[in-house]
């Protein structure tokens, strides 16, 4: 058999890519994931505000919509099966004026057109009793209760280990370059590391799926516009909350949120600016200004001072009609599947399209047999600082290198980061490691933890320490011995 040959290829690693490989990966079909980064998930599908929306934003009538929700009822039970660390917050859209007051019925109109269940109007004292620090001239908010907070790099990286042990094959640093077709039939792809044949193509490329459309000759209109989005992260013992508030949204975006996240710090942003490039992801002075002054909209005593790191991610905006995802089989070439335009919720629709792929696929008569052995559940990943005395005894007793501490601030073990580097997506980079540990996210932003990481990486990986990069090619971290 051609090892290079597959049944469907699919080009992207993002939410988007890693969950359709792990719905598909329940039959008995061979699949190849590309990904042109040295990890999964790399931006945006990391670098995002981490909301399960609700689904009372999208149009009625949209794909967005219809994805939204019941993507959003998806994650509720796969949040379980992945073992996905998440927090059932609910959402607030908070009025701070009598006229925004009264968006928050229209929003609550379109919530119930688009099937959301569980929303609830409230009022100023309502609102401020379930969050005391909050604006007070707020005139009330819109409660969805079905919204909720998730690690989006831990829900990547979830999906892609499920389908992985489920017998996907995953080729990182691997770059969709050209199709190869055949009398308007998809045969294979050709990438940087040569080509690869199959069936089905999906392009679920995110910010460049315009790109890879356009290569097979089709979606020549489409294009994608990336607008940037810039967050502040806050020292978690300085400063908490525990809610998701966001103001009334506008045309263009849903404006800045202050949030908390799966690990306790509280986020701030983001803002939303047209980028030049599809892979700046610097943040500016007053990309950050921006962030802060309308975050100080909700709650006016937010201290700058207690911020600790800050990121931008990049929203794949197309420019469809109504600005909604593009999630269909190609008319031009067979064996191609367009999903492009993926931008917010794109993270709360990721399930629901995933399965609607399915469901285009068996329409195009692929033929699909369950595998006997399909494993839907994806272990959790051992946290030391989470678990009990106890246990981290009987832990560091069967490995002393959990008894190692690398990263002071998040109590992250040697133990953890051995884990990661031979994790079924193994982690190759610092960045790779700290989004898998949590490590060097807390208020040193690991300037204790980096050298340790690099000569742990070296050895495990058996690649000298000036190899290690930051995430990938061009970021290495040391440059010579000084020394020397
Ligand atoms: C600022 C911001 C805030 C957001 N907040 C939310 C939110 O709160 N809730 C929500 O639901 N959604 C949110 N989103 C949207 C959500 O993050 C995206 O919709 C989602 O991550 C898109 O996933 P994807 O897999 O389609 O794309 P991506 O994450 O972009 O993944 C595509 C992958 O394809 C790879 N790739 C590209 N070209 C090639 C090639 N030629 N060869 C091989 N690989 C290639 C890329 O490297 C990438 O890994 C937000 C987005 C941003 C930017």
């Known amino acids: 058999m051609n090892k290079n040959k597959y049944d469907l ?9 890693s969950l359709i490989a792990r719905f598909l990966s329940q039959y008995n079909i061979k699949i190849l994931v590309i990904e042109k980064e040295i990890d999964i998930g790399m931006c945006p599908s990391s670098a995002n505000s981490a909301i399960i929306h609700a689904g009372y934003d999208p149009r009625p009538g949209t794909k967005k919509a219809k994805f939204n929700v019941e993507g959003n009822k998806i994650w509720h039970t796969l949040v379980h099966e992945l073992n996905i660390p998440f927090k059932k917050t609910g959402s ?40 005391p620090v909050l604006n007070k001239n707020t005139t009330g908010s819109l409660f969805a209760e079905t919204a909720m907070v998730i690690d989006p790099f831990a829900a990547t990286l979830a999906a892609a280990e499920n389908a992985k042990i489920n017998g996907v094959d995953f080729l990182f640093e691997t770059e969709f370059k050209d199709a190869i077709i055949e009398n308007k039939k998809v045969k294979g792809i050709i990438t940087n590391r040569g080509k690869f044949y199959c069936n089905w193509v999906i392009n679920s490329a995110g910010l460049f799926s315009d790109e890879v459309a356009h290569k097979f000759g089709v979606l020549m209109d489409f294009l994608i516009t990336p607008r940037k989005g810039e967050y502040i992260i806050f020292d978690s013992s300085a400063f908490s909350i525990n809610n998701v508030l966001f103001p009334v949204p506008s045309q263009q975006t849903k404006g800045i949120l202050i949030s908390t996240t799966t690990h306790g710090n509280v986020m701030i942003g983001p803002n939303a600016k047209t980028s030049e490039h599809k892979n700046d992801t610097a943040t500016t002075k007053e990309g950050l200004d921006e962030v802060i002054k309308g975050a100080k909209k909700l709650i006016p005593s937010l201290d700058e001072k207690n911020s600790i790191a800050t990121f931008a991610g990049i929203r794949a905006t197309g420019n469809a009609k109504d600005r909604d995802f593009i999630v ?31 469901e285009l696929l068996k329409n195009e008569g692929v033929k699909f047999f369950l595998k006997k052995n399909f494993n839907p559940v994806r272990k959790a990943t051992l946290h030391f600082h989470l678990l009990s005395y106890k246990e981290k005894a009987d832990l560091i007793k069967k490995n002393h290198l959990y008894g190692r501490i690398v990263c002071r ?6 133990g953890e980061i051995v884990d990661a580097i031979h994790s079924p997506i193994p982690a190759k980079t610092y960045d790779g490691i700290k989004r898998r540990t949590w490590l060097g996210t807390g208020r040193c932003q690991g300037t204790f933890d980096y050298p340790r990481v690099i000569k742990i990486l070296s050895r495990e990986l058996s690649i000298p320490e000036e190899k290690i990069t930051k995430k990938g090619p061009g970021s290495e971290i040391i440059f010579n011995k000084v020394k020397d």
């Open 409 to 414: 601030c998040e109590e992250v073990t040697e």
């Open 328 to 358: 269909e089989v190609s008319k031009e070439i067979k064996g191609l599947i367009n999903l492009c335009g993926i931008e917010s919720p794109g993270f709360a629709s990721a399930p629901a399209i995933a399965l609607y792929v399915i």
């Open 92 to 131: 607030y859209v908070v009025a701070i004026n009598d006229e925004e007051f009264k968006k928050l019925f229209t929003l609550y109109e379109q919530g119930i057109a688009n099937g959301v269940p569980r929303l609830k109007l409230l009022n100023k004292d309502e609102i401020l009793k379930r969050e």
């Open 9 to 17: 290829i699919i080009i992207g690693s993002g939410i988007v890519g």
